[in-house]
Nanobody, 126 residues
Framework: QVDLREFGGGLVQPGASLRLECVATGRPFSTYTMGWFRQAPGKEREFVSALDYSGTNTYYVDSVKGRFTISRDNTKNMMYLQMNSLKSEDTAVYYC???????????????????WGQGTQVTVSS
């Protein structure tokens, strides 16, 4: 079993940067595609980005392309989301998640992920 926990959220002004971290404990997560999702108040959980188990293939939702960068360090069981040029519309609770199937292709739907962290709040406001 893999347990996930996010760190790094906070309150920042528009244009600022934050780096979210996701720590995996329990079994190693190196064989799984990992993803970041977010949920704003009153909205459904939204896919943000994913990175396959090899660290080679990535995908970003259009609204964060060019501003966010996903990465992972399998030796440390860590995943990261570097968020630059933050906007007010990025305000949400951010979750890291593990895809259900090992060595699976990169998936966008939250139903393809079976393990979630508790979330970390990101607030972008002046």
């Amino acid at each position: 079993q893999v347990d996930l926990r996010e760190f790094g959220g906070g309150l920042v002004q528009p244009g600022a940067s934050l780096r979210l971290e996701c720590v995996a404990t329990g079994r190693p997560f190196s064989t799984y595609t990992m993803g970041w999702f977010r949920q704003a108040p009153g909205k459904e959980r939204e896919f943000v980005s994913a990175l396959d188990y090899s660290g080679t293939n990535t995908y970003y939702v259009d609204s964060v392309k060019g501003r966010f960068t996903i990465s992972r360090d399998n030796t440390k069981n860590m995943m990261y989301l570097q968020m630059n040029s933050l906007k007010s519309e990025d305000t949400a609770v951010y979750y890291c998640a593990k895809q259900t199937k090992p060595f699976g292709s990169l998936q966008l739907g939250p139903d393809q992920y079976d393990t979630w962290g508790q979330g970390t709040q990101v607030t972008v406001s002046s």
